[in-house]
């Protein structure tokens, strides 16, 4: 990865916050299809969130403190505290095998450090599996903290978390 590289952060221009969305709509399966309003209703809503212009790369996060109506993020709040919630990354295949996915999580890591937060959380599909974002994960030190079936979404998830204290 180039060591010149900078991750862009709302306020996103009109033309990046278009191409993110379509970025993450490519991978709808894994991150959930958004609308114009519902995408824009997330990026306003997140903690942190830090993407490469022009839809390169996105990760998208909520602190314990946030409001997120999101079974996920509820799972989680109601059994750790302190914590960021890595809701999606995403990263286009252009980009692909630069480690720009492992610098974004950096990047959130040294955060939620600095804000004294305990632990980086997040889930991944296991129905349907996600055997790439499992490895990259526990390359990470994330290790399986829980499961759930989304009742209605044909899908059922791995609860993830690395601790940092």
């Known amino acids: 990865m180039s060591t010149d590289l900078a991750f862009i952060a709302p306020p996103?221009?009109?033309?990046?916050i278009a191409a993110l969305r379509l970025l993450n709509n490519q991978?709808?399966?894994?991150?959930?299809f958004k609308t114009v309003a519902a995408f824009q209703e997330l990026l306003n809503a997140a903690s942190h969130v830090r993407a490469l212009p022009k839809g390169g790369a996105l990760?998208?996060?909520?602190d314990d403190l946030a409001t997120?109506?999101?079974?996920?993020?509820?799972?989680?709040?109601?059994?750790?505290?302190?914590?960021?919630y890595?809701?999606?990354?995403?990263?286009?295949?252009?980009?692909?095998?630069?480690?720009?996915?492992r610098a974004l999580y950096e990047d959130l890591?040294?955060?939620t450090i600095v804000e004294n937060r305990l632990r980086?959380?997040?889930?991944?599909n296991s129905t349907p599996?996600?055997?790439?974002?499992?490895d990259f994960h526990r390359k990470l030190g994330f290790t399986v903290v829980g499961s759930q079936e989304l009742v209605g979404r044909d899908k059922t998830v791995c609860y993830w978390a690395k601790e940092l204290v």
């Open 120 to 124: 980086l959380v997040c889930e991944i």
């Open 68 to 84: 997120y109506d999101n079974p996920n993020f509820h799972w989680l709040k109601a059994r750790y505290e302190r914590f960021y």
């Open 109 to 111: 890591q040294r955060r």
């Open 86 to 101: 890595i809701d999606r990354v995403v990263v286009s295949r252009a980009w692909r095998g630069r480690g720009i996915a």
């Open 129 to 134: 599996p996600n055997p790439a974002s499992d």
């Open 27 to 32: 991978y709808a399966e894994e991150l959930s």
């Open 59 to 62: 990760l998208v996060g909520f």
């Open 12 to 16: 996103f221009s009109g033309d990046d």
